[in-house]
């Protein structure tokens, strides 16, 4: 079954804002990539950082997140599942749980290159596999 949707962490967003591998998953047509508001916030808190390691300007780096074709959820839509969420990251990152609480309410994998999300009962995709499968 091809894949439609994905939850997006903060990781990769800030990989395709620079311009690495993961913009090619963002420019994947039939994709839809969704992310948590907070995850959103968590990007932008590193954009001046990323700057700075890019030798870039912090208002083209949000010009580049802006551009991204990514839907915003907001946490009323997923708090009935928060408590889940923590649950399954259990001395993981408590960074993780809303965007995991999210993946876990639309039911659909999470798109991240950190490790905390490996044995939460979902789907995890890193970049690479994701452009394998997509064939991006």
């Known amino acids: 079954m091809p ?52 030798g870039l300007q912090a208002e ?15 946490s009323d839509y997923y708090e009935d599942l928060l408590p889940e969420a923590a649950r399954r990251l259990a001395g993981r990152d408590d960074d993780d749980i809303e965007l995991l609480a999210l993946a876990l309410k639309l039911n659909i994998p999470v798109w991240s290159n950190d490790n905390d999300f490996k044995k939460t009962g979902i789907e995890v995709y890193t970049t690479a596999k994701l452009i394998k499968a997509l064939k991006a």
């Open 60 to 74: 083209i780096l949000e010009s580049q997140l802006r551009l991204l074709p990514l839907k915003i959820c907001l």
């Open 3 to 54: 894949l439609k949707s994905v939850a997006a962490d903060a990781n990769v967003i800030l990989s395709a804002i620079a311009g690495k591998a993961a913009l090619r998953v963002f420019l994947h047509a039939g994709l839809e990539i969704v992310t948590a508001r907070f995850n959103l916030d968590e990007v932008e808190e590193y954009l001046e950082v990323m700057a700075e390691q890019y």
